[in-house]
């Protein structure tokens, strides 16, 4: 063997070559085949041993999947994936302590987060009860004025209402303070959560959740309404042991309410693996039978024309439920997911409709002042490693999401800042792989530069008094500089395959789906367009790049780039209309009047740099 070749075969660093040449894209990124040579051979043999197309082969070994394992996975299954719900530690306890308090109607409360998984969690949960022949009161509490989780005054009002079981859902695990008052009120506390938590746990009668230090369950990963659809499971096994259901009282069906896990699993970002897959692909069957009044109603305001796919449940229905705890009625979102009457939640979801409009109208705003702080600190130059912006005229439920707007266009960690009158200010993080944000701010809770904050690696929240910001932004800078450098320099673009525009068919598009649902750690498959002409293009609606690509043999196909007209990739492409780009997207279908056309979401671009 030649000893050039030998050397280069047995190199272990040798770098992969990039994919289509794309050293540094548009958005500077270098562009990377998804799959090595192993999973290459991988994607090979699903290909011939289960005819499926190349490219979906190469989705399916792109994400870990065995040749032996395709059939399955192609076809999630709850009942295949679903454990024995008694693996999560207590749980047991927890179904025998609610089943008693059915049998004995006692009066029982639920305590539910603001979010869309709090949402859900408490609808799914209320919805059992009352197949039961119980109510539920459901509180949700107000995210401005009595912030995250259990507070003692909120568990005084529902104890001087008469509940005797309090259920937390979403919420609970670090509620010292508010169970203990619950337990000297004499109520008896359940908590069913997924949050992280410390050793110490709060003295609750029963904590149901994967992400104690002693569970060995394995299911962490699942959502709170993951969590709280096992307890269900495991409440109705129990009833069903001491002979609760029968003639006059028939088992519910649980399956039923899998639109509402689909819901919260998807909002709630948790990877899309395991169970949460399965969970969601079934969810989306529920919902397209339009069984749960309250998510139609959604569905109609929001002039949903086709079937419901998981970009619709974060970026549709998420958006507006999430409304109401950010601007409006924190229980709102609740109340509409649990009800059945058809003219409560026509009002209810037109009013989380217009409150959405008015959070968009803010975070347009918002967004724009934020930008221009920005501008400012980068211009030159790099700029700061960690944005850092605040105003006392943002309201505090919107900088999440200014957070995460930043993230997106500038490429490092953000945090968002809202002070009120008196100078402290309520911020809210988003990170970058890499990049443990949470410990940041733990941190600079210790050093006293925040008066308090925490989270997890990929978001955090924080208070701040308005004189320490400067003090944060150089803590932050000399922490994590190297670190987010360092993070950038390593990012690139996976690419599972490329197409050209007249492969980009609905069969083909319906035929990848089968291997979704994809979102937070199931990536979306992306495809690279080599050597497209930019045939048409135009900013429309909210800062989106509306475009044709045309291809070699001239067959067009629609692309978008999504609130991203004003972004550096979407001024290079809009002006390199009638030029010839690499184009990297996702594949979506665009319902509209019964018909279904192909489109591609734009994620990347690049100058061919050979013809």
Known sequence: ??????????????????????????????????????????????????????????????????????????????????????????????????????????????????????????????????????????????????????????????????????V??????????????????????????????????PKAN???????????????????????????????????????????RPEPQLLAWLDLVALGTVCDVVPLVGLNRAFVSKGLLALARRGNRGLAALADVARLGGPVQPYHLGFVFGPRINAGGRIGNAALGATLLVSDDPAECEQIAAELDRLNRERQAMETVMLEEACAEVEAEIRGGFGPAVLVTGSSRWHPGVVGLIAARLKERYG????????????????????????????????????????????????????????????????????????????????????????????????????????????AGHADPLVALPAHRIAYAEVVGNAHLRMALAGPDGTSLKAVLFRGADSELGRALAAARGEIRHIAGILSVDQWQGRRTPSLRVIDAAVPTSP
Request: hydrophobic share 45%; net charge negative; with cysteine.
């Open 206 to 248: 029963v904590v149901v959740n994967p992400n104690r230090h002693d569970d060995l369950s394995g299911l962490g990963y699942l959502a709170a309404v993951g969590v709280t659809f096992l307890a269900v499971v495991a409440v109705n096994r129990e009833l069903r042991n001491r002979g609760w259901y029968g003639e006059a």
């Open 412 to 519: 490092r960690p953000a945090i968002a800042v809202a002070f009120n009158p008196n100078g402290t200010g309520a911020g809210s993080g988003r990170s970058i792989a890499g990049i443990d944000l949470g410990h940041a701010v733990r941190e600079a809770v210790e050093r006293g530069i925040l008066i308090k904050g925490g989270g997890h690696a990929m978001a955090a929240g924080l208070t701040i008094a308005h004189d320490r910001l400067g003090d944060f932004r150089a803590y932050l800078e000399e922490t994590l500089h190297a670190g987010v450098h360092a993070s950038r320099e390593a990012e690139g673009l996976p690419v599972d395959a490329a197409l050209s525009a007249r492969g980009a068919t609905v069969e083909l598009i319906d035929l990848i789906e089968r291997a979704g649902p994809f979102g």
């Open 168 to 201: 937390t859902l979403d919420c609970g695990s670090t509620s010292h303070e508010a169970i203990a008052v619950a337990r000297e009120l004499g109520m008896d506390v359940v908590v069913i959560d997924h949050h992280q938590v410390g050793i110490e746990l």
């Open 1 to 166: 063997m030649n000893t050039a070749v030998a050397n280069r075969l047995f190199e272990p660093d040798l770098p992969a070559r990039a994919f289509l040449g794309v050293e540094r894209s548009l958005t500077g990124r270098r562009w990377i085949d998804r799959l090595d040579a192993a999973g290459t051979q991988a994607a090979l043999a699903i290909a011939q041993r289960h005819e499926v197309p190349d490219i979906v082969a190469r989705i399916l070994a792109g994400r870990g999947v065995a040749p032996d394992d395709a059939a399955a996975f192609l076809e999630p299954s709850v009942k295949t994936l679903m454990p024995d719900p008694s693996s999560i530690t207590e749980m047991d306890a927890a179904a025998a302590r609610i089943a008693t308090a059915i049998i004995a109607d006692e009066p029982i409360a639920l305590f539910g987060d603001y979010d869309v998984d709090g949402a859900s969690s408490s609808a799914l949960f209320a919805r059992f009860l009352r197949a039961q022949g119980r109510d539920a009161a459901i509180y949700i509490p107000d995210r401005i004025f009595e912030g995250y989780g259990p507070n003692p005054d909120a568990i005084r009002k529902l104890a001087g209402q008469g509940a005797k079981l309090l």
